[in-house]
């Protein structure tokens, strides 16, 4: 009997245990998740106050065949004092790959394989005029150094302590200060319907043949700068033709028709065109490039 009523004292010790165990555990997963849902709650206030606080300018410079750079100045208040994120860049919107513009990749062997980049951009750019010194090591510079915290214009002393070998200092100069002449933009009131797009786009229905493609360039999702162009299979563009004077007349009214419609989606911010040009949406000439738009259109933020 007494056996028995021992058995039962260290069984119901051992459910006493056994509950109490249960609680803390269940008491700590609690804790745990409560404090999860705390610091992920922290992190999304701390997100939005630098929303708030964050605002940015830039400014533009058209280059050759393609090629836009830009200095961006981003402003973001913390406490009592301001952060900057100050960086130059550029992208081209004219080709969808070119020899010097790629990624690296090195597999297990240590051998390098060169991967095009989806768009083609200062930061994979890999070309050099000295060929020591690489568009992207300059960058870096560069950028570098404009986060010295300018709250001023610049002027060339204030970059001598960079070799300029594949960009010119007056750009750079000239982007900075641009920049620095606008006004403070808040970030969150600058997003514009393209914001799910890349910064810089190259869009297409067609590619192993003649075809049109729609370049484009986009700040915070609005349409910066867009390039249509005509495309042939030997890697002609109707932009070239123009240029070397050696275009038909049926190229130049093209040509003519697709600078008007650029215009156009600059203008409107979209690529929904104008009335004037529904007439073209049939005609075989410019039936692709309808079809272009409508990828871009259906591919951006409803």
Known sequence: MKKKSLNQKIMFVFIIIFLVAIIIFSINKIKTVYDKEQREKKIREEEEKVAESSVVKRSYLEKEDGWFYYITID???????YIYYNYFSGCNIKYEHLDDNYSTLIDGDGHISKIPS????????????????????ELSEINQLLNENWERKINNDDLKSIKFVNFEKDDIVKLWNDAYSKKYQKTDDIIGKYISLNTCSITKVKSSEDHYQVGLLLNYGNIEEVRIDYVYSNGTYLTDKIASNKATDKEKEIYNTIKEMEKDIKKNGKFSLDKKFDNLKNNSDYKELFQIFEKIEGNRDK
């Open 75 to 81: 402003r973001v208040q913390e406490k009592e004092k």
């Open 118 to 137: 989806s768009s083609v951009t200062l930061e994979s750019s890999y070309k050099s005029k000295d060929g020591k010194k690489t568009e992207t090591d």
